[in-house]
Structures are given as C-alpha cells and as structure tokens.
C-alpha cells in the first residue's frame, strides 16, 4: 500500500522559513518522480516544485529562489526548503507522487494528506 505522509507545515511570520517532508512507503521511492503542489480555498491545486527520480527539477515562476527541493533516496523522504515566505505562500501543502511500486508495472499517481502552511503578515 502506497503511502505519502507530509510533515513540517505551520504558522511563519513573513520572511521565515520552513521545511516540509514527505516520506514515502509502499513505492520504489529512488525512481518515482515526486513533487510539492499547494492548495487554497480561492484557487486549483497548483505546482510548486517537482523532483526527477534522477534529482532534475523544476519550480513554479512564483517561488523560484525562494524554496529548494530535494530527496533522500536513503531516508525515502522529499523536501521543500521554504525561505523568505509570503503570505501568498499559505495554503495546504500536497506531497504528490508518480509512484512505481513493482518492475514492469506503470507508475501511478498517489498524494499524500497534506500539511497546512499558514504566513502572517
């Protein structure tokens, strides 16, 4: 059973950091394309940051040198290292996953429940 369990959201003044997990279990972590998406009540699940199985990545315009994400294949954990934070930043946070779960079969599509990021301004 394919599991993505976020950790590490909160409530940040405006300008801290923050760092968000998501361990993965049930997937062959090292070769699944993983990502960070956020939600709020005004707007659609959107990207944030995407990582390749092989570490290439990829940012939304709008936190592009602001946040980094990365993965330990070792710990089956993904990050998103948040700096300078905005308020427009808050929103639930989605771990999302192109998960591979046994050779041969195709990748399929988990999310895991989401971790809340509140900023105050």
């Known amino acids: 059973q394919v599991q993505l369990v976020e950790s590490g959201g909160g409530l940040v003044q405006a300008g801290g950091s923050l760092r968000l997990s998501c361990v993965g279990s049930?997937?062959?972590?090292?070769?699944?394309?993983m990502g960070w998406y956020c939600q709020t009540p005004e707007n659609e699940r959107e990207v944030v940051a995407t990582?390749?199985?092989?570490?290439?990545?990829n940012y939304a315009d709008s936190v592009k040198g602001r946040c980094t994400i990365s993965r330990d294949n070792a710990k089956n954990t993904m990050y998103l290292q948040m700096n300078s934070l905005k308020p427009e930043d808050r929103g639930v946070y989605y771990c999302h996953a192109w998960a591979f779960t046994a050779v041969g079969r195709p990748p399929q599509e988990d999310w895991g429940q989401g971790t809340q990021v509140t900023v105050s301004s």
């Open positions: 990582v390749t199985g092989s570490g290439s990545t």
């Open positions: 049930g997937i062959m972590f090292s070769i699944s394309n």
